[in-house]
């Protein structure tokens, strides 16, 4: 995360793992990435992961709220090693992992295009309409705020599928930077992105309403098989 020179936002941890021949787990690591389907789904889960848990306004928040539940510890801790508690707080080391998560995707975006070849870094913004009576699936992750927006090689397809809440159905896809996905279906298996996507995925209901039925368990009757 940082406080090592060795493990900058800049660093590249691809080099040692195709620099080592011996460790197995390297040996499995570069076998594993010359089967096709693994590495589109190793591309797409990266991607997906950063853009949503490991982003800066995701990340940050974590770290802050472990780096305050420490403090009454790092409090006793510095005063028992004679250690400056406000450097602590403000010091080299907590600033390093926080520049650390504001500046690592960029740079491990960088060093996966050049060593794997999976192309440009484009930019595709979801929506469902009406708003909030649907969501997409991308990949492994499921979007449900409107005009949500992530970054995706363009040489690794991705995979949309649009999911109705119930009492809706899906009635198609509108795009202006991709007019032929009116044509497809719910799920998209295989999608190459363009430069600047934007897809929107169109729900319907006959009644406008949508259907918040509950079934509510008002008795059980458990010696009914006695």
């Known amino acids: 995360m940082g406080m090592y020179s060795d493990n900058r936002p800049q660093s590249n941890p691809l080099e040692s793992i195709h620099n080592d021949s011996l460790s197995y787990l390297a040996i499995f690591y570069k076998e594993l990435l010359n089967n096709d389907v693994f590495n589109r789904q190793y591309a797409n889960r990266?991607?997906?992961?950063?853009?949503?848990?490991?982003l800066e306004s995701e990340?940050?928040?974590?770290f802050d709220k472990l780096k305050?539940?420490?403090?009454?510890e790092m409090y006793r801790h510095c005063d028992r090693w004679n250690m400056s508690y406000n450097?602590?707080?403000s010091g080299s080391n907590t600033s390093r992992i926080s520049d650390f998560i504001k500046e690592r995707s960029p740079y491990m975006r960088s060093f996966l295009r050049e060593r794997y070849q999976w192309g440009a870094n484009?930019?595709?913004v979801l929506s469902v309409?009406?708003?909030g009576k649907g969501r997409i699936k991308l990949n492994t992750i499921t979007i449900t705020d409107n005009n949500w927006q992530g970054l995706y090689f363009d040489s690794?397809?991705?995979a949309i599928e649009a999911i109705p809440n119930p009492g809706f159905e899906f009635v198609g896809w509108e795009s202006p930077t991709s007019p032929s996905l009116a044509d497809s279906g719910r799920i998209i298996h295989t999608y190459y992105l363009k430069s600047f996507d934007n897809i929107k995925a169109l729900f319907y209901s006959p009644s406008g309403i949508e259907d918040t039925l509950d079934i509510a368990i008002t008795e059980f009757?458990?010696?009914e098989w006695e």
């Open 68 to 72: 305050n539940e420490m403090q009454i």
């Open 59 to 62: 990340y940050l928040p974590i």
């Open 129 to 131: 309409s009406p708003e």
């Open 221 to 223: 009757n458990y010696r």
């Open 46 to 54: 990266f991607a997906d992961l950063m853009n949503t848990i490991f």
């Open 122 to 124: 484009d930019t595709l």
């Open 156 to 158: 690794i397809p991705v």
């Open 87 to 89: 450097g602590w707080l």
